[in-house]
């Protein structure tokens, strides 16, 4: 049996959908877990190869109806070429498609930058920790999300789940 766990997101399942190639990816989902277990949410980590990775993998966890919502945390740092603003641009696509498509909030802590500096002072260096910046914004969706289905009469469809209206 899982611990009672008291705090704003008592009750609520995040996952965290992580890139297993590079260490500011670890540190950005750290602080998300961090961030979600101080509010009560339970916490579930699901690593992916990679960044390009990450968005599909997300799409899989919140078609599973097994979370409220995920925070997706990545480094892509740009190379000699434009891939990475490729790459980044199809990440951030896709998550924003899945948080459409199943009404599931997505936090983006996907990092688009130039050097790996820059990802270390935005996975808890200098510049503070983008993953839990994202983790925030899943509860501030979930809040959101929660207001609008108590006005009465306005049925907005299931809270979670992978189908179309």
């Known amino acids: 049996m899982a611990p009672d766990r008291a705090g704003p997101l008592a009750g609520v399942h995040v996952g965290i ?4 190639r590079d260490a500011p990816s670890a540190r950005l989902a750290d602080a998300a877990e961090s961030w979600l ?11 992916a190869p990679a960044a390009f990775e990450v968005a599909q993998l997300a799409g899989w966890l919140a078609d599973s ?3 409220d919502g995920i925070v997706a945390c990545a480094s892509i740092v740009r190379g000699e070429t434009s891939h990475d603003r ?3 641009e199809a990440v951030t696509a896709g998550l924003l498609e899945i948080g459409i498509r199943t009404r599931i909030p997505v936090g983006n802590a996907v990092l688009t930058v130039d050097t790996s500096e820059q990802a270390d002072a935005r996975s808890g260096g200098a510049k503070g920790n983008r993953g839990e910046d994202a983790a925030r914004a899943v509860a501030g969706l979930l809040r959101a999300r929660k207001r609008l289905g108590e006005r009465p009469g306005l049925d907005l469809g299931p809270v979670s789940g992978g189908g179309t209206r």
Do not use: C, F, I, Y
């Open 37 to 47: 277990r101080g509010e009560g949410a339970d916490v579930s980590r699901h690593p």
């Open 65 to 67: 109806g097994r979370v």
């Open 17 to 20: 959908v992580l890139s297993e």
């Open 86 to 88: 490729h790459l980044a």
